[in-house]
């Protein structure tokens, strides 16, 4: 196993309502969840706001693809986000496959006895989680971040 490099990550879920905040420990070991935010609020000044708080490194945000690994109608919504997210830090930010990831909360929810219901407000920062962890899992393994790194927005010059 490849040692990681030392620093927090935060994983940021991205849905029409919420989203779904997760972070690391600083050993990148192990993703816990966070916080949920309201997607109506434009989150991104408290997502930048934790990443301070925490010592943020990098950010990995979930990229909602269909099972085929085609675009669904929320991967271009996941895109833009991730894009400005990008444009308002200095920090890396990489987009990672999340197939799966809401289903396998909802899954650890109910398994934990909690009703579809009652996880509502729960259930992306436990997907974040998800998708953050097999990130962490990734680039312990292979030495390399996982996903696909979205560039830095590059200053126009007139």
Known sequence: MSELARGTRLGIDVGKVRVGVARSDPDGLLAVPLETLPRSEEPLARILALAQEHSAVAFVVGLPLN????????????????????????????????????VSAHAALRGAGRTQRSSRSIVDQVAAVVFLQHALDIERRTGLPAGELVPPMQEEHT
């Open 67 to 102: 099972m085929r690994g085609h675009d669904t109608p929320s991967t271009a919504d996941a895109r833009t986000f991730a894009a400005d997210l990008a444009a308002a830090s200095s920090l890396p930010v990489r987009l990672v496959d999340e197939r799966l990831s809401t």
